[in-house]
């Protein structure tokens, strides 16, 4: 099993400060999307390694795009509603620091 | 071996008109991206499984959506410069079809 | 003046529990962003009125949509920081209301 | 009259390889959507001078991001049939410049 996940550059360490995590009420839920998100990239190599018609693979790949940004926003909400909010609640440096991290993500999600 | 692919709605089967796909000259590279695409979902879904820290999955996933749209841009400009075209100069209805196609593939990527 | 926003279907008369916009603290900051915003659009009429070249439209849009985007993201946070950590500190359904609106904010720009 | 444009680093003065653009046949309906879009921003501006509601103007700003790629995908289709496809058909240099052009163009429009 290899992945290829991006390095970490920077550590994010959160575990202290974050310890069960937001999503993890709904893990059953969120193992069932990103196991057809991972069919999905498995299809989409199929169709290219089949060299099936371009505008399918193209279909495809927007269908997965979509599954990652609905799969995104999950996390995302859950995210604020726990982590956020509660190092908000707690207040000082922890709560910024939380708050600059969820919109730095954000960010990055609306512009990828 | 299981995909997650959407149910094709429509037949495309372009076979007929555009018997050699653009991007076969390039499939080496193309499948070596798609199986770097593949490693990513499953890192992704290891992620979860092994309940790591929200903000780290939320950059994995937007690098994947990088990847993917890359993917498209490259499946799309080769396309162009074979299908499309193609049909373009030979004109008629095949012309006018395939540009519908592109067209329409173009803003599924744009909207995704 | 005649501007041409979209409808507002549901009244989100918010004023009574959100009494301080985050983003006044930069007021002035946002006015300058938004002027130059109204002018990038000035400009892409003046360039259709103009029949300037195609490409050159589309990479003035491109602009404009980063623009755009930097903006949300810029009002979002101040919005998290302010109306959304306070509603959640005093909890119950104010605070609930605030997340779940701002996460549908979130999703709309990512899908936008 | 003041507009905000980019500066534009390369020259695109491509006149003379595309003297008719091919949005003009429909310039009136284009006239028509920037203006729209060019009010857009303008409500945009007045809202935030107004101090409205954080989420009503990131609602306003995502309808106006949904309004500017309809139109950057409707100019896009016509350039890629005029343009790109006489281009194509009298090959050589020309055809590649200009399918290079788009594709390069159509990436801006998919990572904005």
Same mark, same amino acid.
């Given at each position: 099993?290899?992945?290829?996940?991006?390095?970490?550059t920077?550590? @994010?360490?959160d575990?202290?400060?974050?310890?069960?995590?937001?999503?993890l009420?709904?893990?059953?839920?969120?193992?069932?999307?990103?196991?057809?998100?991972?069919?999905?990239?498995?299809?989409i190599?199929?169709?290219?390694?089949?060299?099936?018609?371009?505008?399918?693979?193209?279909?495809?790949?927007?269908?997965? @795009?979509?599954?990652? =940004?609905?799969? *995104?926003?999950?996390?995302?909400?859950?995210?604020?509603?726990?982590?956020?909010?509660?190092?908000a609640?707690?207040?000082? =440096?922890?709560? =910024?620091?939380?708050? *600059?991290? *969820?919109?730095?993500?954000?960010?990055?999600?609306?512009?990828?």
């Amino acid at each position: 099993m290899n992945d290829s996940l991006l390095p970490v550059t920077e550590t @994010t360490d959160d575990s202290g400060s974050c310890h069960t995590h937001g999503y993890l009420g709904d893990k059953k839920k969120y193992l069932a999307r990103v196991k057809r998100i991972e069919g999905q990239a498995r299809g989409i190599h199929r169709m290219v390694d089949e060299e099936q018609y371009c505008i399918d693979i193209l279909t495809q790949i927007a269908a997965l @795009t979509s599954a990652l =940004e609905g799969l *995104a926003l999950g996390l995302l909400d859950d995210h604020l509603r726990h982590c956020v909010v509660d190092a908000a609640k707690s207040g000082g =440096e922890e709560g =910024e620091a939380k708050l *600059a991290e *969820a919109s730095a993500a954000i960010a990055r999600l609306v512009r990828s």
